[in-house]
């Protein structure tokens, strides 16, 4: 079975690009999440979506913006890039989007800005 | 203000021998905890997780401890391989009760030397 597949795995913007970042979880898990990973950090939350719907939002700015479609894939998007912007955004999925319970990740896309 | 501490970046074990990574939180309103580990190029797997209503929990050579006075977790590894070098990432979650919400901690660096 397929794990968390995410697309690009790395890519280069420059400065003010824009970037859109692609994810498709395991087929079932219909709650998809975003994280930020810098260098030297642990992966910081940036949204989640279950059924189509935000059900939580890190502290990011309103350029990082996000959806999930029908058929429970995602996609994540930042606009007006900064050098800070640089780093691994993970996917992660699981079954439900409420309760506890483990996160499935994918391998990640590793942004740079120059 | 990090609600997740992993105070050590790195740790090395011998093979054979024990690997103890801390973990340490200030929130008290977190319920569930997990464990991932992280090998580079790839993203965090689970590893363990444990229930605020418990003080231990077990699987194959992993044990998990919490003290919950102390808001102190800790993962024990016996005996250690160096297939078990990899970052060791905290996680807890529980506020909102979203699943999707990890807080993670900074990670720590193991290395186990043949």
């Known amino acids: 079975d397929a794990g968390v597949t995410q697309s690009p795995t790395h890519l280069i913007k420059t400065r003010g690009q824009q970037v859109t970042l692609r994810c498709s979880p395991i087929?079932?898990?219909?709650?998809v999440s975003w994280y930020q990973q810098v260098l030297g950090q642990g992966p910081q939350f940036i949204f989640q979506?279950?059924?189509?719907?935000?059900?939580g939002r890190g502290n990011f700015p309103d350029r990082f913006s996000a959806r999930q479609f029908p058929n429970y894939s995602s996609e994540l998007n930042v606009n007006a890039l900064l050098l800070g912007d640089s780093a691994l955004y993970l996917c992660?999925?699981?079954?439900?989007?409420?309760?506890?319970?483990?996160?499935?990740f994918g391998e990640g896309s590793r942004l740079t800005v120059l | 203000d990090q609600q997740v501490k992993q105070n050590s970046p790195s740790l090395s074990v011998q093979e054979g021998r024990i690997s103890i990574l801390n973990c340490d939180y200030t929130?008290?309103?977190?319920?569930?905890f997990l464990w991932y580990k992280k090998y580079p190029a790839e993203g965090p797997t689970f590893l363990i997780s444990?229930?605020?209503?418990?003080d231990k929990n077990e699987d194959g050579r992993f044990t998990v401890f919490l003290n919950k006075s102390a808001k102190h977790l800790s993962l024990h590894i016996v005996p250690s391989q160096p297939g078990d070098s990899a970052v060791y990432f905290c996680?807890?979650?529980?506020?909102?009760?979203?699943?999707?919400?990890?807080?993670f901690g900074k990670g720590t660096k193991l290395s186990v030397k043949p």
């Open positions: 992660a999925s699981s079954l439900s989007g409420a309760g506890t319970g483990e996160l499935f």
């Open positions: 087929s079932g898990h219909k709650s």
């Open positions: 979506y279950y059924e189509k719907e935000e059900r």
């Open positions: 929130n008290s309103m977190f319920d569930y």
């Open positions: 444990i229930s605020s209503i418990k």
């Open positions: 996680a807890a979650s529980g506020i909102g009760g979203s699943q999707g919400n990890l807080i």
